[in-house]
């Protein structure tokens, strides 16, 4: 009878042990700082944007460095792109939508047509 005393104490004061254990985070103070902290991030820009194009009925594909501003047409005049466009052509190649910015800090539009 003594035996089962003594397991059944040393088993109270197990789950005793293990209940503070599991408690033990809830009374820490709570971080004061936020998970996400933004970054400003910068990068040089030339002037210049490397495009490059690469499809069906392009005759040269490859990468081209364009000065901002260039129009589609243009770009697909130097690839030697003859099919219909998707873009339009008397645009300018837009930086924000067509663009990336790559881990060397240079721009370069991706352009598959």
Same mark, same amino acid.
């Given at each position: 009878?003594?035996? %089962?005393?003594?397991?059944?104490?040393?088993?109270? =004061?197990?789950? =005793?042990?293990?209940?503070?254990?599991?408690?033990?985070? %809830?009374? %820490?103070?709570?971080?004061?700082?936020?998970?996400?902290?933004?970054?400003?991030?910068?990068?040089?820009?030339?002037?210049?944007?490397? %495009?490059?194009?690469?499809?069906?009925?392009?005759?040269?594909?490859?990468?081209?460095?364009?000065?901002?501003?260039?129009?589609?047409?243009?770009?697909?005049?130097?690839?030697?792109?003859?099919?219909?466009?998707?873009?339009?052509?008397?645009?300018?190649?837009?930086?924000?939508?067509?663009? =990336?910015?790559?881990?060397?800090? =240079?721009?370069?539009?991706?352009?598959?047509?």
């Amino acid at each position: 009878m003594r035996a %089962a005393l003594v397991k059944c104490c040393a088993a109270a =004061v197990a789950v =005793v042990l293990c209940t503070a254990v599991a408690l033990l985070p %809830a009374i %820490a103070p709570p971080k004061q700082e936020g998970l996400f902290t933004p970054v400003r991030q910068s990068a040089p820009f030339d002037g210049y944007l490397y %495009a490059i194009v690469q499809g069906e009925g392009v005759a040269f594909p490859g990468s081209y460095r364009i000065p901002h501003g260039t129009t589609y047409g243009e770009l697909f005049a130097l690839a030697g792109y003859a099919g219909s466009s998707p873009y339009p052509l008397d645009e300018a190649v837009r930086l924000g939508e067509d663009a =990336v910015l790559g881990e060397d800090g =240079v721009w370069r539009a991706y352009i598959v047509v």
